[in-house]
């Protein structure tokens, strides 16, 4: 019989709530998903509002062959993205696809965001990639959006949006928080005269750091 995962799909309930909240989303756009075990995961239905979300209409896909039960709800039309990213980074276990403005802002300029902030490099990395334009669920998409977060905790999507990650859904929201921040940072400082970044080894450093030891250590506090 397989198992049930009735904490993650309420998770994933709250966390969907939690996006509309903070203006990371509206409506049904963007799109969340949680590993489970090695080769599943739940991601958000398509075409349901957040508000109406429940823990049911969680959908249980196989990430290494996008299979799922085609009797219930459908997955997010960006399941495959999701997929993707799971299969490059073995340790990302959240996903959180968005349409924040500030970060949709920058991707529509199709700008790399440099690490104009400590926190962006830290939790991020040493700068944010636009990944090429593709057409929105396709095999283009994915490979363009993989390919823009090597190394990076984040990506912005060319005239789409963005897409963060992490090793649990708390940590994916802060990418989405720190990312909103940094790209609003980055746009401002180029209206003051143009943004001035962190040295490139520099950020990549202190993103090293973050992951191999100030999270952990924050986690045991």
């Known amino acids: 019989m397989t198992k049930n995962y009735k904490k993650e799909r309420e998770e994933l309930v709250k966390a969907g709530l939690k996006l509309v909240e903070q203006g990371l989303v509206s409506r049904t756009w963007g799109n969340i998903s949680i590993k489970v075990n090695d080769n599943e995961m739940l991601v958000t239905p ?3 509002m957040y508000e109406d979300l429940t823990p049911d209409d969680m959908v ?3 990430f290494k062959t996008n299979e799922y039960d085609k009797a219930g709800q459908k997955p997010s039309s960006e ?5 993707g990213i799971y299969n490059d980074r073995k340790k990302f276990n959240a996903i959180i696809h968005t349409h924040q403005m500030n970060a949709s802002t920058c991707a529509a300029a199709r700008r790399e965001v440099p690490a104009v902030l400590d926190d962006l490099a830290q939790i991020i990395g040493p700068s944010v990639r636009c990944a090429d334009y593709a057409l929105p669920s396709t ?3 994915v490979k363009a959006t993989v390919k823009a977060m090597k190394g990076r905790n984040a990506a912005l999507m060319a005239n789409h949006g963005a897409v963060c990650a992490g090793r649990d859904l708390d940590e994916a929201f802060v990418v989405c928080q720190v990312l909103e921040k940094g790209c609003k940072a980055f746009i401002e400082a180029e209206f003051l005269g143009g943004a001035r970044h962190i040295n490139k080894f520099e950020a990549w450093a202190m993103h090293q750091f973050y992951i191999k030891k100030y999270s952990k250590l924050a986690k045991k506090k």
């Not at 399941?79 to 997929?83: E, G, N, R, T």
Request: proline share 0%; no cysteine.
């Open 60 to 62: 249980l896909v196989n």
């Open 139 to 141: 095999n283009k998409i």
């Open 79 to 83: 399941f495959k993205l999701h997929s």
């Open 46 to 48: 398509s075409g349901i």
